[in-house]
C-alpha cells in the first residue's frame, strides 16, 4: 500500500530552498552528506507538508515545479509580499521561483 510521495528538488545549494521559500513558513527539517560534499534534506512546513532537495545530479536535474494545494490563500501569499490571481481553470494562485529555476506553485480551488 503506497502511503505518500515525496518530491526532491535538484538544486544547487539547498540554500536556494531556504531563501525561495523560507517567508512562506518553510523551513529545512534536516540535512545529510551521503558523500561528495553534495547535500540532501527535507523542508517542512508548519501544517505538515514536506519535499526534499538535492545537491546531487543523481537524484535528476531541473528546474522542476511542485504544485502545493492550499487554504486560504491570500493570506500565504501575503506572507511573501505576494498577491495570488485568479486563473482561468478555477484556480487562485501565486508561484515563487528559486535561484535554480525551481518553480513552486501555490493554488487554491476558486467556488463555483
Same mark, same amino acid.
Given at each position: 500500500?503506497? %502511503?505518500?510521495?515525496?518530491?526532491?528538488?535538484?538544486?544547487?545549494?539547498?540554500?536556494?530552498?531556504? =531563501?525561495? /521559500?523560507?517567508? /512562506? &513558513?518553510?523551513? /529545512?527539517?534536516?540535512? #545529510? $552528506?551521503?558523500? %561528495? &560534499? =553534495?547535500?540532501?534534506?527535507? *523542508?517542512?512546513?508548519? $501544517? @505538515?507538508?514536506? *519535499? #526534499?532537495?538535492? =545537491?546531487?545530479?543523481?537524484? @535528476?536535474? @531541473?528546474?522542476?515545479?511542485?504544485?502545493? +494545494?492550499?487554504?486560504?490563500?491570500?493570506?500565504?501569499?501575503?506572507?511573501?509580499? /505576494?498577491?495570488?490571481?485568479?486563473?482561468?481553470?478555477?484556480?487562485?494562485? *501565486?508561484?515563487?521561483? $528559486?535561484? $535554480? @529555476? +525551481? #518553480?513552486?506553485? *501555490?493554488?487554491?480551488?476558486?467556488?463555483?
Amino acid at each position: 500500500m503506497i %502511503k505518500s510521495a515525496v518530491a526532491i528538488v535538484p538544486v544547487s545549494k539547498l540554500s536556494v530552498v531556504s =531563501e525561495a /521559500l523560507g517567508s /512562506l &513558513g518553510f523551513s /529545512l527539517a534536516w540535512e #545529510h $552528506d551521503p558523500g %561528495k &560534499g =553534495e547535500m540532501y534534506g527535507e *523542508f517542512t512546513h508548519p $501544517d @505538515g507538508i514536506s *519535499f #526534499h532537495a538535492s =545537491e546531487s545530479r543523481g537524484d @535528476g536535474t @531541473g528546474p522542476v515545479c511542485i504544485y502545493f +494545494n492550499v487554504e486560504d490563500i491570500d493570506s500565504l501569499a501575503a506572507s511573501a509580499g /505576494l498577491t495570488a490571481e485568479d486563473k482561468p481553470w478555477f484556480m487562485r494562485e *501565486f508561484h515563487v521561483v $528559486d535561484a $535554480d @529555476g +525551481n #518553480h513552486y506553485r *501555490f493554488g487554491q480551488a476558486l467556488a463555483e
